[in-house]
């Protein structure tokens, strides 16, 4: 592979993942234009990785068409619900696989992880960074490779929601105490239990992102 070639790909690689990373930290919301010499010009990078890396992105449906522009897509009551039963699923499993497979330095780290989190409970932004570093943690430490490829999709999809529950008066302490029982668990090495605590811990979390949804259908009437 010459030179060109591979620069090539490796500008449309960032120009994917750097698009994606503005996505997920909220500089585009749901609704937002992607505009490609917009975008060439915040990233510095050239217009054709960039066009690729919009068409990457909607074949994924992260992005839609309206009229010949390309916006950020948003997920309606139906596409959510359906999102969080395959979180659930997958990230429950994940917790498994993590009980049984993960050395005793990612437990540990998950702990550090956890007990850090702790000071940020005041901060909804910063806590659901820290959130999403925490899930990813446990996804690797399941030492399972296509499982952690199937959740990647699923959290880029997350994405999509214009808010965030832990923004939700209460609900980080709540998020927080959930997550310490997901990580004595795998510290247990009980899958069962890891399983489960995750699993509720996605369900609580889903069911208030429902209400957080329906305060703002009844704000708008």
Do not use: C, W
Request: proline share 1%.
């Amino acid at each position: 592979m010459n030179k060109t070639t591979t620069g090539a790909r490796s500008g449309n690689t960032d120009a994917y993942s750097m698009i994606l990373d503005a996505i997920d930290t909220g500089i585009y919301t749901p609704g937002d234009r992607l505009v490609e010499s917009e975008l060439a010009e915040r990233f510095g990078v050239s217009r054709t990785p960039i066009r690729e890396a919009l068409q990457r992105l909607e074949t994924q449906s992260l992005l839609t068409r309206d009229g010949r522009s390309l916006i950020v897509a948003s997920l309606d009551h139906n596409q959510m619900a359906e999102l969080y039963v395959v979180r659930g699923e997958l990230e429950g499993l994940a917790a498994r696989l993590a009980a049984r497979n993960a050395t005793e330095e990612e437990i540990r780290l998950l702990r550090d992880m956890l007990e850090a989190d702790n000071a940020l409970l005041e901060h909804p932004a910063a806590l659901a960074r820290a959130n999403r570093r925490f899930h990813k943690q446990i996804h690797l430490a399941s030492h399972n490779r296509f499982l952690v490829r199937q959740l990647d999709l699923v959290h880029r999809s997350m994405a999509l929601m214009a808010t965030t529950s832990l923004a939700v008066v209460g609900r980080g302490a709540i998020a927080q105490a959930e997550h310490d029982q997901i990580v004595t668990a795998i510290e247990a090495r009980d899958g069962d239990a890891a399983d489960a605590a995750l699993r509720a811990h996605i369900s609580v979390a889903f069911t208030t992102r429902l209400r957080q949804e329906a305060e703002r259908r009844e704000a708008e009437s």
